[in-house]
């Protein structure tokens, strides 16, 4: 069984990756925006704002400033440089857990950011930097997957992204198309396709029908898409089938909680969640996802120490 400080660490590290690719690509299709109509433009600042903080109207009317500070602001508990720093200490303290490929590209996007000369390159070209970014971030995962075995601590890292990636897209959604919100229009829904890096596999799918609510099925209930809620939660429920024959939980194992999420997505109908509301169940599969978290403290990190002591 692995100790509990080291699985903590590696499930971090999974997710702030997670978080750091994420933001990332909210500021690049935030820039973007910029050069569309004014009305366009606000509305996808309010959405990539919202999704991952806090939407004011002085943020949303200076969309460059809060895309910089997204990517460098060190006060910015969601920022990318943030969310890497954790990443990247994390990884220091399980060093010996992870492979040298996944250690020096995790601290190369790190020196990157935290550099002297990260600002300027950003204000030099703000996109190409950004996209480096995430391309380094994917670099990162390929390693971790090509270079590290597919045990207790790969899965531990996987984990971690696919239950912080089910939570941004869940939050996404939520904020697009969730209570009280207004019709988006296409370049809006678009951009929405492109933050959840999802506009040619929805092209293959739907053709060009960007509607609102093929989008919402598709980010919500696809089985294929690797960044649909349903792909996120059939991944997460088979990492903790795996794990959880290590481990005992407290209460209600996290793997029973994530079997639960994953038929509940599994047979979920868009006729009946449009009924009854997206924002109500959109609201039920981030507040599940959040007991799965408390669920994978329980069982792998914060157990009382006589679960694990030998009778």
């Known amino acids: 069984m692995m100790l509990a400080r080291v699985a903590d660490s590696l499930y971090w590290i999974g997710r702030y990756v997670e978080r750091a690719e994420h933001v990332a690509r909210l500021s690049d299709i935030m820039l973007t925006a910029t050069l569309d109509r004014a009305e366009t433009s606000a509305q996808v600042a309010r959405i990539a704002l919202s999704a991952v903080g806090e939407a004011t109207p002085e943020k949303i ?3 460059f400033e809060s895309s910089r500070a997204l990517a460098l602001d060190r006060l910015e508990g969601n920022s990318v440089v943030t969310s890497l720093a954790r990443a990247r200490e994390n990884a220091r303290q399980v060093r010996d857990q992870i492979t040298s490929e996944t250690w020096e590209r995790l601290n190369l996007v790190h020196l990157r950011l935290s550099g002297a000369t990260a600002a300027k390159s950003f204000n030099d070209g703000s996109s190409a930097f950004l996209h480096d970014i995430i391309a380094d971030l994917h670099l990162f995962k390929g390693a971790a997957d090509a270079t590290m075995s597919h045990g207790e601590g790969w899965r531990f890292l996987l984990l971690g ?3 912080e990636r089910a ?6 959604l939520e904020v697009c198309f969730g209570r009280g919100v207004e019709q988006l229009d296409h370049p809006t829904l678009t951009a929405v396709l492109r933050m959840s890096c999802a506009l040619e596999p929805y092209l293959r799918a739907y053709t060009a029908d960007v509607r609102a609510r093929p989008i919402l099925e598709f980010l919500l209930l696809n089985a294929e898409f690797p960044r649909s809620i349903r792909f996120c939660t059939d991944e997460i429920e088979a990492h903790l089938s795996m794990l959880s024959r290590h481990a005992e939980a407290v209460h209600v194992g996290p793997e029973r909680l994530a079997g639960r999420l994953k038929a509940r997505l599994q047979y979920a109908d868009m006729g009946e969640i449009e009924r009854d509301g997206s924002h109500a169940f959109l609201e039920g599969v ?4 959040g007991e799965i978290h408390r669920g994978v403290y329980d069982a792998f ?3 009382p120490l006589e ?3 030998p009778a």
């Open 61 to 63: 009317a200076n969309p």
């Open 161 to 163: 992204a696919h239950l």
């Open 167 to 172: 939570q941004l897209i869940g939050r996404l």
């Open 286 to 289: 981030l507040a599940e996802c």
């Open 301 to 303: 990190v914060a157990y």
């Open 307 to 309: 679960m694990r002591l």
